[in-house]
T-cell receptor
């Protein structure tokens, strides 16, 4: 597609459930980032992939959060045993490389844990 | 670590007013600086950027100058329009290979006719 695509756009889940959020980056982009944006805050870094490997996962808040990118394209962010505090907009971005190449953002997935 | 501080909103201006949104940063070396914009119902978009000291980024009538001496990257526009209503985020990316982007908390701008 022309831009970064994230699905679903909205997800409501019950506390304790497992969720998966999907990101389709721009074709050919090797770098992929996940961010989390809470209400009234700026995006907070979660994890960065270069190709298939997680080059930096220092932003993942705890071991309930995990992300994969098995073929170096689509990425899935997985959250186990969801908590109400996980409610936020999860943003994905991709770029042609690291360094100073521009990152393009998707519209995000709004996760609500009830 | 790296951090970005920007003025709190919301900022409400009349159409054709002058806009300044302040942004200061803390980082080692010479980071790249960005302004992103998020229009209602849309994703984050890069508005402008500057990669070295004294560079001026500009786009859609917006400007920001990379000031190393004051560690600032203030966003300005001479005459705002209703269509500029959005949330604006100042951000930086550190130097040296891969570096994640660090965002400020955002400033909501509302322009009234």
């Amino acid at each position: 597609g022309a831009g970064v695509s994230q699905t679903p756009s909205n997800k409501v889940t019950e506390k304790g459930k497992y969720v998966e959020l999907r990101c389709d980056p721009i074709s050919g982009h090797t770098a992929l980032y996940w961010y989390r944006q809470s209400l009234g805050q700026g995006p907070e870094f979660l994890i960065y992939f270069q190709g298939t490997g997680a080059a930096d996962d220092s932003g993942l808040p705890n071991d309930r959060f995990f992300a994969v990118r098995p073929e170096g394209s689509v990425s899935t962010l997985k959250i186990q045993r969801t908590e109400r505090g996980d409610s936020a907009v999860y943003l994905c971005a991709s770029s042609q490389g690291g360094g100073n190449t521009e990152a393009f953002f998707g519209q995000g997935t709004r996760l609500t844990v009830v | 670590g790296n951090s970005v501080t920007q003025m709190e909103g919301p900022v409400t201006l009349s159409e054709e007013a002058f806009l300044t949104i302040n942004c200061t940063y803390t980082a080692t070396g010479y980071p790249s600086l960005f302004w992103y914009v998020q229009y209602p119902g849309e994703g984050l978009q890069l508005l402008l950027k500057a990669t070295k000291a004294d560079d001026k980024g500009s786009n859609k009538g917006f400007e920001a100058t990379y000031r190393k001496e004051t560690t600032s990257f203030h966003l300005e526009k001479g005459s705002v329009q209703v269509s500029d209503s959005a949330v604006y985020f100042c951000a930086l990316r550190g130097t040296g290979g891969y570096q994640k982007v660090t965002f400020g908390t955002g400033t909501k701008l509302q322009v009234i006719p």
